[in-house]
Structures are given as structure tokens and as C-alpha cells.
């Protein structure tokens, strides 16, 4: 069954506190996502530790990305384009574990997001779309 | 003549892959999640299996930006574990199959799956975990394995649908295959889960055991959930889940369950893991 593509789209708006990875969001956050991919490699990382400011410097990245990065808000990253798989490069060089660094895009303490998940994890409920509020 | 004999659904949280790596498979935390793959590694050592034709998504790793393959074929001798951030899992290389690889991705371009191929690439959990999960850590993976590589990172992923047709497509390939080889094909990733966003840690055990029904008997309608489902239902990374479509379209128009566990939570995850045969 062949869709339209803006109304594939338009469909990923309505989805609560979620950015989904769009091509728009690829090329919006291309040098933001292979800056991140960058640290895979452990030269790599050493360098960033010494002077991460300096180190983003030789990306062409835009002055918001660089600052996002630097304040590690990765909801803001995600706004100018970031992917997590790519963002996750940067959270486990900072030695967190993806359900620390997750949790910081929440409204909650990592402690309180652990103890959710414990629980069962987020609801679907009410969480599914914005518009039908189910 | 080489054929299909099972498939494997599972979960691939890289926390998984810590676990085993340090020894936490029996705690408190890890032990249900572990529990529910012992009936598998004991079936696994009696079917030992030649090849598995491993679906996973690469998370970063072997891809970045500069090429986004819909679907890839590793036809390569064999990979290495990718370091993903925090040095490379210390695990087995990954021996490859690339007579049976590069015959597959041949019948497949023939079959209109216009396929990429990969001859060098590091694995990282995607890969690695399930192995971990099924085979524990022996000082070598008991079997080859054919990486199938399938794009659910950036938008649009394939269509449910179009994963399935490619595993229908997959076992016509491999029946054509001279060789005697007992197969298994594996789909990884999932179940319901979202790392990103205000709405992470979602996580939906009534859709992800509803889906789980679906993919055992004949009933092919999982092949036709759309993309927006997955995403509001299960997650925005709940849609890996296409890729257990992939093993579920080359078991064949119906399937027994041999084996099901379901598990909430594994860090941000839901597992999910079902042994199945073509019936």
C-alpha cells in the first residue's frame, strides 16, 4: 500500500513529546550526528575530554548545536536535528548509561525514571496523540 | 539443498550485553530477563544450526550519515565487535558465510530487493547481543552468520510489508542454495521502547503481547501495521519490530511457537523473545 509522504509526515507531529528522525531533522543535524559518531574512535574521545569546546570548533556545526552539545541538552540536540544513536556516543563518553542520559530528557529525576520503568514504564495512555488525546 | 528450519525473535538492549560481560546474568535485576533464554540456549545446542541469518538494525556504528542503506547484506569473511563508545564488547569475531551471502543477495537483486552490499563492517549490539542471548560465551560462536542490516534509524524505514516480502524472498533464496545447511533467521530489536523525547521510557505490554500473537499461526496481518502505530503504541524505537517481519515472512504461511518470554523492564526496554518453526 503506497502512502504520501506528507501525510506520512504530518502524522509524526501529533505524536506527544517525540521527534521522529525525518529527513528533515538528518540534514538539519548532519554534522551535529557525525561530530557525535566522531567519538567512537578513542583518540577521538581523548581529545574532546582535553578541550570540548575546541574540539567542536572543527565541525561545521551552527553555534546552537555546539552550545546544546556543551549543556548536554539533548532535547534541545534533538530539536536541531540530533538522532540518540548518535547523541549516545556522546552520554557513554560522559560514562552515563542510556537510562540516565534518557531520563534527562524527561520531567523526572533519574531516580523517579527508574523507579517508572520498574513500575511498568510511561503508560500509553493519553501518550499516543495530541490531537485525539488518547 | 539449504532450508529454514526456525526462527528467533529477541530483543538486543546493549545492557544485555553488559550483563553477560560482567557477570550480572543471575542478579536480582538481569535474572528473569536471563531466565527466559535458558530453554533456548539448550535448544540451540541440539538444532546447532549452520548459519543464522542475523536482522538487526546498526545503531551508529558501522553507518553513520554518509550512507543509510534501506537494507544491507554482509557478505563479508567476517567482522569484528564495534566500539560504540566505550571500547569494543569483548566478544568472538563473527564468522560470516559469504557463499551463502553474496548467493542470497544475488537471488535477492534478481527477486527486485535491490540489495546493499557490505564486505567490511563492525557489528556492534544490534549483532552482538542476540548471539550473547541464544549462545552465552563460548570461545567461539557455534555457527556463521549472514548480517542483514535494515535501516530503522532515519525516516522512512521499510514498510512492514515490504519486510515481510523480503523474508519470504530470503527462504526461496536459501532453498536454492546447493549446499546442505541448516538455517535459522533471527529478528532482533524491540519490543516496545522510546529513548528520546519528554515521552521516553514508554512501554506497552498489551500492543508488544498482542503483536507476539500475531506473528505465531497464519495470520500474515502484522505485515500491514503501519508506521504511525509503532510509533504512537510502542515507542519511537519500537519500530525495530519491523525487522522481526523479515523472520517472520521466511518461516512461511504459518508458524508453531516453541517458545515465548516477555519481560518489562530491561533499562529503557521491553524484552520480547519467541522461538518459532514453519508449520
Known sequence: ?134 | MARITAGVASSHVPLLGVAVDQGKTQDDYFGPIFKGYEWTKEWEKVENPDVVILVYNDHASAFDMKIIPTFAIGCGEHYKSADEGWGPRNVPDVEGHPDLAWHLAQCLVLDEFDMTVINEMDVDHGLTVPLSMMFGTPDAWPCKVVPLAVNVVTYPPPSGNRCWALGEAIARAVESFPEDLNVQIWGTGGMSHQLQGPRAGLLNREWDNKFLDMLIGDSDAARHIPHIEYLRETGSEGIEMVMWLIMRGALGKSTKCLHRHYHIPCSNTAIGHLVLEPA
Open chain 1, 1 to 134: 500500500m503506497k502512502q504520501d509522504i506528507h501525510e506520512y509526515l504530518a502524522e509524526f507531529e501529533d505524536i506527544p513529546g517525540t521527534r521522529v528522525f525525518t529527513a528533515a531533522r538528518a540534514r538539519k543535524g548532519y554534522w551535529l550526528n557525525q561530530f557525535a559518531m566522531s567519538l567512537m574512535k578513542a583518540e577521538n574521545r581523548d581529545r574532546w575530554k582535553a578541550d570540548e569546546r575546541a574540539y567542536l570548533n572543527d565541525w561545521p556545526m551552527s553555534v546552537d548545536q555546539k552550545e546544546a552539545i556543551l549543556a548536554r541538552d539533548y532535547n534541545r540536540c534533538l530539536d536541531l536535528g540530533g538522532n540518540v544513536y548518535f547523541l549516545a556516543k556522546v552520554f557513554s563518553t560522559d560514562g552515563l548509561s542510556f537510562a540516565e542520559a534518557v531520563s534527562t530528557m524527561t520531567d523526572m529525576t533519574f531516580p523517579e525514571y527508574r523507579d517508572m520503568m520498574m513500575a511498568g514504564g510511561r503508560s500509553p495512555e493519553g501518550n499516543r496523540s495530541i490531537k485525539g488525546k488518547y
